[in-house]
């Protein structure tokens, strides 16, 4: 599909009606490359409405740059979007938010944050443009799995009474193991009585940032790695701070860094860019109420699943939920096991095999009393002994670097 043709339909007013501003025009060269890519030949390339009512804007989008491809999860796609209205390149996020009462929208909470903001405690987050749910979208697995959960109890309550009434009459063992492997399946679907089964409910939601950022692997040195981290940090401690506002999602995709040009200039008289770290994605964030009298938190888990991304989850989080929800210090957790997974990953160290040691410390899990799933045995005693050990029990050691980290080149 061509790009005159999926626009064709667009309201020509809207199309005149232009939101000029006096920003810099000058565009990053590496937003320029990635939305060129996304206009392949072979791709559709679509109009897409974002936020509700006056506030509606519309975008053109090709392929996506990023596109979850597992099959659970929130089916998140990213794409490099130009908004009709400005004629400037954005960021639209398009995917599902779990739907639970007292979860807001995203752009609600970022909403919260930039009006925080001040000179004294600046809000590292993404700038949006629009945002909203898309027209009642909503996932009805929800529906279809209490369908199925309660014609599974109706069989196995059928097949109890089965067997209640011919136990006396058969005696034959091959028909007594029929009975109870047709018992032990209809359990299995469901029909042991289990009131406390939830499902997720997700809606469809698409939001729209002004900035197209840069993703971690970017990180040309251990100082850029450090200050970017730190800049998300203090993000995440202004958010608490001034409004009891926890991520709930602190994990190596959340993180991103933000060029833009600087206002000083270097000994040949250019602008310089600066990177600045971004903490992104608060779909899952959660406001903590205040304490009581006696200094204890009155907080419950809202989502009966865990919340967050499994390789990055604290380990006592991973170990107390659902009793125990997310806390600052789990989140503190999570920002440090974020540092060493780009730092094993983009600096100079002691591991051999890096893709072993990623797998084993931040993918792999143990069992406990045969049900229920541990972070990996390198995580725990990590964070019990203090120190991170490769593959034959040596201590980990990064090489810092601690020459002046290259300037992103001002390609723009």
Sequence with gaps: MKAAAAVSHIDESYLDDLELTDEDPRVFKYVRKQFRESLKDDW?????????????????????????????????????ALDVKTRRFAFLKDCWRPFYEGVAQEGQYLDMLNQAADDDSPMGVPTVIAHGDVAAQVTKSVQYAKKW??????????????????????????????????LDSAKETGGDGDEQTEHRVYVHYRIAFKDVCLPFTAIRSSRQLVRCLYHC???HSAAYEKLR??????????????????SEVDEKGKKTVTWVGILTDWELAKVVPEPDMSGKLKETPRQPER??????????YIRNHPRQPVSVADELESFFHVLLFYAVRLLRHNIQDVRFFVSEYFDSFTVVDGVRRDCSTAKATAMQSGVVRRAGGQSLSLYISTARARRLPTHI
């Design 307 to 316: 919340t967050g991304t499994w390789q990055f989850m604290s380990v006592e």
């Design 245 to 262: 506002l926890l991520h709930r999602d602190i994990s190596a995709g959340n993180v991103i860094i933000l060029p833009a040009l600087s």
């Design 233 to 235: 940090i203090s993000t």
């Design 44 to 80: 559709p390339r679509y109009k897409i409405e974002v936020g509700e009512g006056q506030e509606k804007r519309i975008f053109l989008v090709g392929k996506p740059v990023w596109t979850a491809f597992w099959l659970f999860g929130r089916g998140t796609r990213g794409y490099v």
């Design 149 to 182: 959960i309660a014609e599974a109890k109706k069989e196995f309550h059928a097949l109890r009474e089965t067997d209640r009434s011919t136990a006396s009459a058969s005696g034959s063992r091959s028909d007594k193991r029929d009975r109870d492997t047709a």
